[in-house]
């Protein structure tokens, strides 16, 4: 395998990677144009394989996401298995993210923060398949019309299809571990029994 093969095989794989890193953020082309100042077009025909990536658009892409270059293209995992994570805020949430940004399943630690208990809980849908444990506090977790309070040690998990949003319980922050695959597979646990 030479080289220049290794280096074209990396290449043609950002295509996808870069269509699956923007739908999992919930991205239009037209924001993430807006983001970096690359045209809708030339990010689509990124996103298609229609065009090769250079360093400056991978840079400004890279940056856009909060994401290494080498995540951004794939490249091999040389010496440092440890995941140095970016936290960032969603809906005054802190989130932490526990796994690299790539395809598939995304661990997260979040921290929500106080909520009134006579608010309501936001709700939204997107595709995939979440599974929660709390971690400390209590956390209302709102799935279509039904609505659970989980404790310290309890775990749910759901179709992201279903309308869902989680709060804290009380006026008190409430910490979770979040699951998420995107492509909606199942969590599969294996226990001592099997």
Same mark, same amino acid.
């Given at each position: 395998m030479t080289q220049e093969w290794e280096l074209e095989r %990396?290449? $043609?794989a950002v295509a996808p *990677?870069? *269509?699956?890193? &923007?739908q999992r953020r919930e991205a239009t082309l037209a924001e993430l144009s807006e983001r970096t =100042? +690359? %045209?809708? !077009?030339?990010? %689509? &025909?990124?996103?298609? =394989? =229609?065009r090769r990536p250079t360093l400056d658009l991978l840079m400004r892409l890279a940056t856009a996401y909060r994401v290494s270059l080498d995540d951004l293209v794939g490249a091999p995992q040389i010496a440092d298995p440890r995941v140095r994570p970016k936290p960032f805020y969603r809906d /005054? #949430?802190? +989130? +932490?993210p526990l796994t690299r940004d790539t395809p598939g399943?995304? @661990?997260? #630690?979040?921290?929500?923060? =106080?909520?009134? !208990?006579?608010s309501p809980v936001p709700q939204r849908t997107h595709g995939g398949y979440d599974w929660i444990y709390v971690l400390s506090g209590r956390v209302r977790l709102a799935l279509g019309d039904e609505e659970l309070v989980l404790e310290? /040690?309890? @775990?749910?998990?759901? $179709?992201t299809r279903v309308p869902h949003g989680m709060v !804290? @319980? !009380?006026l008190e922050p409430a910490e979770v571990l979040n699951l998420l695959s995107a492509? /909606?597979? &199942?969590v599969h646990l294996r226990t001592v029994d099997g």
């Open positions: %990396s290449l $043609d *990677r870069l *269509r699956a890193l &923007r =100042g +690359i %045209s809708v !077009s030339t990010l %689509s &025909r990124l996103e298609s =394989g =229609g /005054g #949430k802190a +989130i +932490i399943l995304h @661990a997260y #630690k979040m921290v929500l923060p =106080g909520h009134p !208990s006579e310290p /040690g309890e @775990a749910a998990e759901f $179709d !804290s @319980a !009380s492509q /909606g597979e &199942r």
